[in-house]
């Protein structure tokens, strides 16, 4: 049993029986499982410490404020920011890049200025890249992919040029699992004079973040994706920029003075923090990269990678199976189809068959567009599968292909 076999125990929700039988959860791409630490961290807030934050004169507020704050630092350090003031929280991923292009985008973009994507991104790092370009007359540009889902470096040296005010890329494809590699496509960037902003979501899990070694602007992460809470996000940027760009939504907490004739801000992170935030997720955040911590990147990866490259080989052994993205290097996730089936077929029987995966365009239209399918069945792995899981997987698929064929 390798280390990491212990890691199932610290997840309640794999110890329940599903119609009777054990689930097999292979969508931790969507949502990861959390573990006991974030659970009862949640609990314990709202138990015994509720109050606001930033606020109060009293006892639990003081409290409320100090974990608030030692969650920013928490996150300080996952990410390797310089300054605790680098580290905004918002609601996910999707919040922190609609911060963003509002925010940076509608004071910096201008007409024809170019804001340059890739074919693999996330509804959630186009379509807010869109509005602002709406808003502003600024350009979408694309990077194609290479027929084995990496990046097409020829084209990106082709598209990046001294019109590309903005760079916003994927650190990992959620559908592909190809890990973009960020200092390289950061560097490339700089050299124009671009801004980077990384879309960190499906990266978090499985990867350390150094948002100092890498260069990057701006990082952008939801909690969810990584042991943590809903409704808790991070958005990282540089102090530079992040202290010229205005607020994206105003109200409390995010001013300086108010009156009916002018409002002055708050300093950031406070200033992009308007309202009360989600006070129980961002404490509860800490645990779940301190739960990271515990079994350090390097085990995690050996394990997720050892049974992402068992599911790949034998999907590759069912005839008719089309697998896409990238063979190795990747994210612990498979993406394929079945020739002639639908996927959302595929999935409904692996359902029954209690494996839990994601069926769809996964959020990335553009993408299925050259891939040439309308969705993809994808199985993604975390630190409590284990190669029962892949095995359960793999019978369920030539199950599912052997009654809809
Ligand atoms: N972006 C998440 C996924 O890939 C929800 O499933």
Redesign the pocket.
């Given at each position: 049993m390798s280390s990491m076999e212990k890691a199932r125990a610290d997840f309640p929700v794999l110890t329940q029986k599903i119609r009777g039988k054990n689930l097999v959860y292979l969508?931790s791409?969507?949502?990861a499982l959390k573990p006991w630490p974030v659970i009862e961290r949640i609990s314990l807030f709202n138990s015994y410490e509720t109050a606001n934050v930033h606020r109060g004169a009293h006892y639990l507020a003081d409290q409320a404020t100090r974990y608030f704050e030692e969650s920013r630092a928490a996150v300080r350090d996952f990410v390797h920011a310089r300054a605790s003031e680098e580290i905004i929280f918002t609601k996910g991923a999707t919040e922190s890049l609609n911060l963003l292009a509002q925010s940076w985008g509608r004071v910096n973009l201008h007409a024809n200025d170019e804001i340059l994507l890739t074919r693999m991104e996330?509804h959630?790092n186009i379509v807010p890249w869109q509005m602002v370009a709406q808003q502003t007359g600024a350009k979408i540009k694309v990077v194609e992919l290479t027929p084995d889902g990496q990046l097409d470096r020829q084209d990106l040296a082709r598209k990046l040029s001294p019109l590309t005010k903005v760079f916003a890329f994927t650190a990992c494809s959620?559908?592909l699992g190809t890990i973009n590699p960020v200092a390289e496509l950061v560097s490339a960037a700089k050299a124009v004079g671009a801004i980077t902003v990384v879309d960190g979501?499906?990266f978090v899990a499985n990867h350390a973040v150094d948002v100092q070694a890498w260069g990057v602007d701006f990082f952008a992460f939801s909690g969810h994706?990584v042991f943590g809470p809903y409704g808790v996000g991070v958005l990282y940027g540089r102090q530079e920029l992040l202290r010229s760009m205005p607020p994206y939504q105003g109200g409390g907490s995010m001013i300086a003075k108010v009156t009916f004739a002018e409002t002055t801000y708050n300093e950031s992170p406070f200033r992009f923090e308007a309202g009360t935030p989600n006070i129980e997720a961002v404490i509860a955040l800490k645990p779940a990269l301190e739960y990271v911590g515990k079994w350090g990147w390097a085990a995690i990866q050996e394990h997720e990678n050892e049974l992402v490259q068992k599911a790949r080989a034998g999907l590759r052994e069912i005839a008719g199976v089309r697998l896409f993205g990238p063979s190795q290097g990747t994210a612990p996730l498979v993406s394929f189809v079945i020739e002639g089936i639908h996927h959302s077929d595929v999935g409904q029987i692996l359902d029954q068959e209690n494996v839990a995966v994601?069926v769809g365009h996964?959020?990335?239209q553009p993408l299925m567009e050259v891939l040439g399918v309308t969705g993809t069945v994808?199985a993604?792995f975390s630190v409590y599968n284990n190669t029962q899981d892949v095995e359960l997987f793999l019978k369920a698929v030539a199950k599912a292909k052997e009654m809809l064929s």
């Open positions: 969508d791409a969507a949502t996330h959630a959620n559908t979501a499906q994706k994601r996964h959020c990335t994808r993604s």
